[in-house]
C-alpha cells in the first residue's frame, strides 16, 4: 500500500504562485499515475489534474488549465503542482492519489469517488 504525504500549501495573495508536493512510499511509485485533488469548505472533493506514469502525459481540470502544472519526479518519489495566477476560488485543501493498479492510462485519476483512502493533504488560502 502507498503511503503519500501532501506539502507546500500555505497562505498566498490572489496572483501569486504556491508549489505542492506529493512524497510516496510502499511502491514502486514510477509505476503508477497520480493525480491531485481538491476539497474547498462545504464543497466535495474533486479533480485537479493528473500526470501518467511516465510523466509524458497530464490531464487538468478546465478551473485550473493554463494556470497549474503537474509534474513528476520518478527518481524522487515525488510529484508537484505548480500553482501560478492564483484566485480565492483555489482555496481548498489539497490531497494527492495514486491509482489502484500500475500502468493505467490517467483517465482513471478524474474522479475523486474512486478512492477509499486520503492522506491529510495541505491547506491552500488565497486572500483576495
Known amino acids: 500500500q502507498v503511503q503519500l504525504v501532501e506539502s507546500g500549501g500555505g497562505l498566498v495573495q490572489a496572483g501569486g504562485s504556491l508549489k505542492l508536493s506529493c512524497a510516496a512510499s510502499g511502491r514502486t511509485f514510477s509505476s503508477y499515475a497520480m493525480g491531485w485533488f481538491r476539497q474547498a469548505p462545504g464543497k466535495e472533493r474533486e479533480f485537479v489534474a493528473a500526470?501518467?506514469?511516465?510523466?509524458?502525459?497530464?490531464s487538468y481540470a478546465d478551473s485550473v488549465k493554463g494556470r497549474f502544472t503537474i509534474s513528476r519526479d520518478n527518481a524522487k518519489d515525488t510529484m508537484y503542482l505548480q500553482m501560478n495566477s492564483l484566485k480565492p476560488e483555489d482555496t481548498a485543501v489539497y490531497y494527492c492519489n495514486a491509482a489502484m493498479d500500475p500502468y493505467t492510462t490517467i483517465a482513471t485519476m478524474t474522479n475523486p469517488r474512486r478512492f477509499d483512502s486520503w492522506g491529510q493533504g495541505t491547506q491552500v488560502t488565497v486572500s483576495s
Open positions: 500526470v501518467s506514469w511516465r510523466g509524458t502525459t497530464t
